[in-house]
């Protein structure tokens, strides 16, 4: 994954305004071009189309009023001044979910970055969001920016061995290069594997992960749990897996192990479409 064209997708919260800020400076050290867009909901607009049967001149007044608001409030709330990083606008409108993944890829983004909303553990088991939409159907590499977190320095991508393992890595490992930062791996072994057979296929594991990450964490228990663990013991920035996309919303809880790792992870994550 080389940076040139980040964009980010915002709001007026908190977390857009950390997404915000997080996408500048990786715009920074990578040298990539930036692009805040935010995706406006059409029932948000009073009156779409309605008060002289034309939805096109409706529209555009609306894009360019939510445009001139989503500028004043990057400018007053959100951007220091003399970030340094050239800054483009845009908008959408529509479902959010769907939008944000349409415009990144019409502008054929390398990254698209989001914030991460905190939620209570049972509000975790519930998922329908505008984070878990996107998820579920970007073809871009997705950064879920953790509320608070700092640069990226460290990163842990957690792999597999197998063949899309191997894309996952790379793509990690690219955009590791683009920002600077280090990276480490991690592999788990299914619990259920035989304890007899665990040394033999922890090497071989190793051996496969290990020409392009010399560093490789190989851990045995429940995937998730596992992962986690790796994420606090060695203190990463970012936790990177690959994700299969579509799938409805729903209840996290016994669904994918990237989905889950999506919604529990303590840190920001990179979400590689496989």
């Not at 920035?237 to 729903?250: C, E, Q």
């Amino acid at each position: 994954m080389n940076l040139r064209h980040i964009v980010v997708a915002t709001d007026e919260s908190d977390a857009g305004r950390h997404a915000v800020r997080a996408g500048l400076e990786l715009a920074a050290r990578a040298a990539a071009r930036l692009t805040v867009m935010r995706a406006v909901s059409v029932r948000a607009i009073p009156l779409l189309g309605a008060m002289a049967g034309d939805a096109d001149a409706t529209e555009l007044d609306g894009a360019g009023a939510a445009l001139e608001r989503l500028q004043r409030w990057l400018e007053v709330d959100v951007i220091p001044t003399g970030a340094g990083v050239p800054v483009g606008l845009g908008i959408a409108f529509g479902v959010p979910g769907v939008e944000i993944c349409r415009f990144a890829e019409q502008c054929e983004a390398d990254l698209l970055v989001l914030g991460r909303k905190q939620r209570s553990p049972l509000a975790r088991l519930l998922v329908g969001d505008t984070a878990d939409a996107v998820i579920r159907r970007s073809s871009v590499p997705c950064l879920f920016v953790q509320p608070g977190s700092g640069p990226i320095r460290e990163m842990l991508v957690a792999l597999d061995g197998t063949e899309q393992g191997m894309h996952v890595s790379a793509a990690t490992r690219g955009f590791a290069r683009s920002v600077g930062a280090a990276m480490r791996v991690v592999t788990v072994e299914d619990q259920e594997a035989s304890p007899a057979l665990m040394p033999a296929v922890a090497l071989t594991r190793s051996i496969r992960l290990q020409p392009e990450n010399p560093e490789v964490a190989v851990r045995r228990g429940s995937v998730v749990r596992e992962i986690l663990a790796e994420v606090v013991e060695s203190r990463t920035d970012v936790l990177a897996f690959g994700y299969h996309r579509s799938g409805p919303p729903g209840i996290i809880e016994g669904s994918s192990t990237a989905r889950q790792l999506a919604h529990t992870a303590p840190v920001s994550v990179l979400a590689i479409p496989l």
